[in-house]
């Protein structure tokens, strides 16, 4: 079977200055391949620093790698032209962390739900109205909320609007960076339960990038463990998190907080 | 046990843009042990954040304390004078933000900014207050203390810069620390780090703290007593061991069920629903006779939407207000 997404050595630097004002090269990605197939969840985990979300900006072509490549539906998405990408584009929706940034918080919710379908064109103002408001329905929430603007909405029913309109154009991928990280427990499986829903009945695919090994545990099928910008380890999520091969991964299962936590250790000791 | 704080029957007030009034604290008691870690669970709108800000009362200007006495070493923190209430602020009782990038300075050297706090608090020689800076941050930052203290924040990782902000809360040599959410913006590893740098510092200063979370499982092995907080209200209060192994308020339980279990693999399976809680913790949203989560329960009575339940005693130290321990 071929896999929907499949990214191979990709690699991102960003120029950078030291403090003495000499240039300097940071390496973000460095080198990563894996492969996504249709329906499934792959989690990305890693620390903070290890390139968990510019891979995210890449695969959402909201960065430009500089090598490598990434293959949707067996087309590079990087060498073919803008408007090759402009029809890949939609289909791959990325999700932030804290959706109190990345929605306009002088829009009312539908009108953040009617804009990606104004910029893709074809549909009438008020055939535009009517998937904006089932798309209001299918993250459940109601009708009230359309003239609402997001400072209105509590932090769950903002996350849930974010993802709505990441669904208005009806993708195959979602790209969650820390999508549900901001969250409240409750929230969070929330959202959880949403997310497995969507994947049922619409065979969507999840990128789910986070720190947070539980979730990742709870919702995922593979997982590729970043550290430094490289992948030290991927594969199914059980085998991988029962049997960690690598010092890294140890590193990040014993880390998760736990109701059975033993005593918490003094540093320096 | 000795209380250093005295929190009893807190109530705050919150006044909406149209001038209405919203309770966000409804009757908040519990008292704090000298160099006891208090954990204080609850989820957004539960009041947790209100209830760090009314203590030291530093609440939005929309924000008022209708009723409650704050004892601290024996004083009415609610009647100080605003002189008073400043020299207690960050020299007896310090607060620790989530955020550490806002809470620092950005153009100014760490050792600077914990130097400035003792400053601001004392009147000790210049030569004295950089003694103390050092060691401080000798305490913190037990390897590279030297170089931190010369450092921006920006050159510092967020589990450093949070650091450095425990640091200066530390400074002064308070006897109570109020933390909220210090470690929500970071990463597992680093998370766990910090809890480590305040066990350090509980043993080697012996501060008494209060850590507000959302994350129950943080306070396993940190927190000495768990105090659940719902719609303003305390619902539940223990033993941190024993709230967390066997709670009791259908509350709490709920919570802690939302949490997947798929790395200790007990609870619910990969993929599985996850048990969530419907309806939400603010007190606006509540009804206002019976219990505040009467809506939400799973194991409501009749009783529950008549009359609100108060704080019964399950044990000697572990207390709940549920009808379904009345006895």
Redesign the interface.
Known sequence: MQPLIKVETLVKRYAGRNLAGRRQEVIALDGVSFEVFAGTTVAVVGESGSGKSTLALCLACLEEPTSGSIWFEGIDILQGAERARREIRPQMQLIFQDPAYSLNPRWRAIEILTEPLILQGRISREEMKERAYSLLGRVGLSREIAERLPGELSGGQRQRLAIARALALEPKVLVLDEALSALDCSVQAQIANFLMELQRALGMTYVFITHDLGMAAHLADEIVVMNAGRIVEQGRVEEVLREPRKEITRRLVTAVPRMTHAPVAPIGQ | MTSILEVRDLHVMYRGREGEQRAALAGVSFDLGAGEVLGVLG???SGKSTLATALVRLLPANGRISRGVVLFEEKDLLEAAPEELRGIRGGRISLIFQEPSLALHPTMRAGQQIYQVLAAHGTAGKSVLREKTRQILGMVF??EAERIARSFPH?L??GQRQRVLIAQAVACGPSVILADEPTAS????????M???F??LR?KLGLAMIFIT?????L???ADRVLVLYGGRVVELGPAADV??EPRHPYTK???Q???????GSG?G????????AG???VSDLPLKGCAYEPSCAERMEVCREREPTLLGVNERHTVSCFKYEK
């Open positions: 989820e957004s709108g037990p390897e050159e990782s967020g970071l990463d597992p590893t680093t998370q766990m780090e809890l480590g740098v066990r350090t043993e959302h994350n129950p499982a943080l396993a092995g940190f967390l192994r709920a919570l802690f939302c949490v997947p279990a798929g790395l200790t619910n990969r993929k599985a629903r996850l048990p969530a809680i939400e913790a603010s």
